[in-house]
DNA sequence: TGCGTGACCAAGGCGCTATATTGGTCATCA
DNA sequence: TGATGACCAATATAGCGCCTTGGTCACGCA
């Protein structure tokens, strides 16, 4: 059942993201997608059992394209895989992407049932944020404030994050920050809670980090094409 | 149309706050409150001008009463004029009161439209958070980051916060983590991101905070028992 | 004589039925 | 043997009276 890759599930993907963004969650129908995407309707059901699952892989796939962007940027630069440094490319990136920053802003209007649908739970919360993983390697490499075990990250970091996401629909139409002021903002909290003063040199932990990212990227995008076979 | 204390408004605000939180806000009618309250119903209209700005004051008068909260903590510990002190009284404060509880979680199940309705502005966002003139104060007695300014906090200081309460209504169920945990967490984040390493002394600061809280509170008293004059 | 009241009214909400839409299946076809 | 679209049960929607309810105000009681 995997293996056809001309595209196809690309294409229908991308039929479906379009709708999306243009119509919002509840008025997209299957139809509509396989008219778009050049398919009939049984097709789509050939990738994913259910029109939720065709959703979350639209969330995974797009989580896949940040995901390599924070692991080229890690590459390109050992100093990225600091916590506040990957969570400001974490949220420039998020909200760069319309999908995305639907998602973690938990935008009602374009996502409307899809917010509480079971199908997103892989997606949302610590997991994607910063997995335990990532974490274990930045205390072991002296990148978090002494002490600090990565367990003690679970409450405080995602809800320091997710504030800064979940405040956007409330913001003021006049705000005159831009992303990167908030992003920077968002960095400097972060930097300033979780890390010491003068961390160990970042090149020792980088290829780890890099292939933790890496590793959780894949893991997306078998969710997302392999939809077929649950969650 | 001002003077007659004789409890009156307050057993109107009691039933309105009861039936509130029984029923939700969408659920609860005028007559309800106005016989819970033993009144007529065109006598609760000599008070509030309409049915918003009715639960309007309930949720003001909720805010007076952690107001007062705060300033009699201050007065007794000058130490909690500090910006984390203060914060996590706040959130601990809010939490065990039931209104403002579902205030700032946003609960939509008790809330339901009055969370955007235009009657609740005066009461959420930052200026009960942490009003400008307390920061300015704090700032003064060398309270805060050396180089912060209050207008520095304007985005960054009401995001984290918020972010510790929205996330609640998110928290699985199986969280073990406290009320006091939490607002511990709060502190600490606060503490390490916007004030100094060693603070100055906060005595000197103490009586002029506990002044603008106080002035805080019979703001928010007069909102609430003269809503018939508007906001 | 002026505060308190509840009958009153327009406006919006709610339930009900009939109709249309749509997620998901599967017999059929190339 | 993979792809398709006609088909069906289930759910959503539209239409439409009826009922509820926010807000008013003429009246009467203290």
Known sequence: MRGEHDGRADR??????ELLLRWGYRRVTI???????????????????TREQLFFAVGAR????????????????????????????FFLEAMDRPVLRALFTRDAET?????????????????????????????????LRAGLRPEDLDYSLPTIVFGFFAIEPLLPPDV???????AGHLADTLRRTFEPERPSAREPAA???????ERLSRDFRDAAYGGKHGS
């Open 12 to 17: 229908i993907l991308d039929a479906a993201k």
């Open 31 to 49: 139809d509509e997608i396989a008219k778009l995407a050049g398919v009939g309707k049984g097709t789509i059901y050939l990738h994913w059992r």
């Open 62 to 89: 797009e989580a896949v394209a940040m995901l390599d962007a924070v692991a080229a940027a890690m590459r390109a630069d050992p100093d990225e895989i600091m916590l506040h440094r990957y969570m400001r490319r």
């Open 111 to 143: 996502l409307d049932k899809f917010l509480s649908s079971p199908a997103r739970k892989p997606l949302e919360g610590a997991k994607l944020i910063a997995s335990r993983d990532y974490l274990r390697v930045l205390a072991g490499h002296g990148l």
């Open 176 to 182: 005159t920050l831009g992303l990167e002021d908030k």
């Open 207 to 213: 290829a780890e980090v890099v292939e933790i990212f």
